[in-house]
């Protein structure tokens, strides 16, 4: 099989490359062709997943491909944009086409679940890695930035968090998986293999969240990148981070705290919005959880039950440190 056939057979044919609505022309020409409807902007996001970095050599294919699409289409999410098509470049170490089939299976559930279309890519050979671009489209002046946190407004979490972290060692065969309830185990590889993007959240949050994103390196972290860009302080209440049932059964409290506050993959949205917005909201998604304020100031503060300053570095996930 040549690259040529290749393509044609595991993504050419694949489910997800069947079209979809505002994708005028698919993969086969030059460039794919979309539409954006009037008076919207198009949204667009890149994420590179590399073997070895950021999912572990041995992952299976499957799982793999749902996982790379999840993280990508998550930033769409986040931006209340509403997904269009993806490219998929990816760079093989060889043509082993069991391999090829899962993964395009695994990308073409998560495609659908999420309503997007694989446009079109390239294929490259080397060792694995894929990159996806993401393109949707979000109604002009209604995308969700960081950079809109007002004086007042309520941060807000979309659900549990910390339990693709507590995963990890699981993922990488650290923890002999056999040692593990099996509900808990199920918990965590659906955590870190299949976050399901907050699409109907993002779409929800336009016009109403004032700043937001997806927490993709760790909710301190990307807290601080709201407080950044929106030069304001974002206050955290330890005690109201909602750490997921799954993590603290493996890990014990504490760590699983860790997790939530520091741990990355989530992929749950933060966001911040009036007070007024909040019974609505939560009528419409129990699972949003207030988790601290935006007041004067800059950074993040984390506080404890007495409302004092809690001191810890939360840098997140960094690749050249
Ligand atoms: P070009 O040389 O013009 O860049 P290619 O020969 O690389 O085109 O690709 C041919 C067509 O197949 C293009 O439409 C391209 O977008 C698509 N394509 C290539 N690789 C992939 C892939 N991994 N997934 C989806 N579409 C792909
Ligand atoms: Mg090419």
Redesign the pocket.
């Known amino acids: 099989m040549n690259e040529?056939e290749l393509?044609q057979h595991f993504?050419?044919r694949s489910a997800c490359?069947q079209g979809g609505e505002n994708i005028s022309l698919g993969?086969?020409?030059?460039c794919?062709l979309l539409q954006i409807p009037a008076e919207h902007r198009c949204a667009v996001s890149t994420d590179t997943l590399v073997s070895g970095i950021h999912f572990p050599d041995q992952a299976p294919a499957f799982l793999l491909g749902q996982r790379a699409l999840a993280v990508a289409v998550s930033d769409l999410a986040a931006m209340g944009a509403t997904p269009i098509g993806f490219?998929?470049?990816?760079t093989l170490p060889q043509i082993d086409a069991d391999w090829l089939q899962a993964f395009s299976e695994g990308l073409s559930l998560m495609a659908q679940r999420c309503s997007i279309g694989?446009i079109?890519?390239?294929?490259t050979r080397g060792p694995l890695a894929l990159t996806l671009t993401v393109m949707g489209a979000v109604p002009t002046q209604q995308a969700l930035l960081r950079s809109g946190a007002q004086l007042g407004d309520l941060l807000c979490v979309s659900g549990a968090l910390g339990a693709a972290a507590a995963a990890v060692p699981v993922v990488l065969a650290e923890i002999d998986r056999h040692t593990i309830p099996e509900a808990t185990l199920q918990q965590l590889l659906a955590a870190y293999w299949t976050p399901q993007p907050q699409l109907q959240l993002g779409h929800y949050l336009r016009g109403k969240a004032h700043a937001a994103l997806d927490i993709s390196d760790g909710l301190l972290a990307d807290c601080g990148h709201i407080a950044k860009a929106s030069q304001l302080c974002l206050q955290i209440q330890q005690a109201a981070v909602p750490v997921a049932m799954a993590a603290r059964q493996l890990l014990g409290d504490s760590a699983a705290l860790q997790c939530a506050l520091s741990g990355g993959d989530d992929y749950q949205l933060a966001f911040t919005l009036a007070p007024c917005e909040l019974a609505r909201l939560q009528h419409a998604f129990p699972a949003v959880q207030v988790i601290g304020q935006v007041c004067a100031g800059a950074g993040v503060q984390l506080l404890d039950a007495a409302g004092q300053s809690i001191v810890r570095s939360y840098s997140g996930y960094q690749h050249f440190n």
């Open positions: 040529f393509i993504f050419t490359a993969i086969g020409d030059d794919a490219t998929l470049a990816i694989l079109g890519g390239d294929t």
